[in-house]
T-cell receptor, first 111, second 113 residues
Framework: GQQVMQIPQYQHVQEGEDFTTYCNSS?????IQWYKQRPGGHPVFLIQ?????EVKKQKRLTFQFGEAKKNSSLHITATQTTDVGTYFC???????????FGTGTRLTIIP | NAGVTQTPKFRVLKTGQSMTLLCAQD?????MYWYRQDPGMGLRLIHY???????AKGEVPDGYNVSRLKKQNFLLGLESAAPSQTSVYFC????????????FGDGTRLSIL
């Protein structure tokens, strides 16, 4: 079945440093979604990428979809304490009936 | 709007007991999902529904049953709880076909002793 892997599993950064998480799928994806889960909270949708090579920005967050539509990345510039949490990518399966979530990257910030 | 509401928020069960987790959404969404989240394993799909009266198996369905008698509700049942089912359970919904975002409830923390 479809597998979605994320690296790294954990990342500890000093506040103000940059952060990147990478997502790799075993199959070509029609689209990819990113979610953020704060400690003790629930996943919250951040963004969706559809086109090959697409780049989208949300303030300090930059999302990229690979040319082959099998990988994606999330880059955060100048991290802040509010960025703490686990970031998940998710790819569709069975058309768009369901999502396969990556294993997530847990970001902690050292003040 | 409440969005997606899960009941209860916490529960402790003994091995062999049964219980039902309730998920209710007020967004008129067609699709609903039950996930479990365990440390280091991300979100794994248990069962899902693409509309009232329908259910389908996800990645880890064994030991669970579901029902979607009403469009707004999706129930997850554990007939005979096992310690391996200790987890955080999330319900989610989305509006319909196509690449729509999923909206999650706050989760139910379930411990099986």
């Amino acid at each position: 079945g479809q597998q979605v892997m994320q690296i790294p599993q954990y990342q500890h950064v000093q506040e103000g440093e940059d952060f990147t998480t990478y997502c790799n799928s075993s199959t070509t994806l029609s689209n990819i979604q990113w979610y953020k889960q704060r400690p003790g909270g629930h996943p919250v949708f951040l963004i969706q990428l559809v086109k090959s090579g697409e780049v989208k920005k949300q303030k300090r967050l930059t999302f990229q979809f690979g040319e082959a539509k099998k990988n994606s990345s999330l880059h955060i510039t100048a991290t802040q304490t509010t960025d703490v949490g686990t970031y998940f990518c998710a790819g569709p399966s069975f058309g768009n009936e369901k999502l396969t979530f990556g294993t997530g990257t847990r970001l902690t910030i050292i003040p | 709007n409440a969005g997606v509401t899960q009941t209860p928020k916490f529960r402790v069960l003994k091995t062999g007991q049964s219980m039902t987790l309730l998920c209710a959404q007020d967004m008129n969404h067609e699709y609903m999902y039950w996930y479990r989240q365990d440390p280091g394993m991300g979100l794994r799909l248990i069962h899902y529904s693409v509309g009232e009266g329908t259910t389908a198996k996800g990645e880890v369905p064994d030991g669970y049953n579901v029902s979607r008698l009403k469009k707004q509700n999706f129930l997850l049942g554990l007939e005979s709880a096992a310690p391996s089912q200790t987890s955080v359970y999330f319900c989610a919904s989305k509006s319909g076909q196509g690449p729509q975002p999923q909206h999650f409830g706050d989760g139910t923390r379930l411990s099986i002793l």
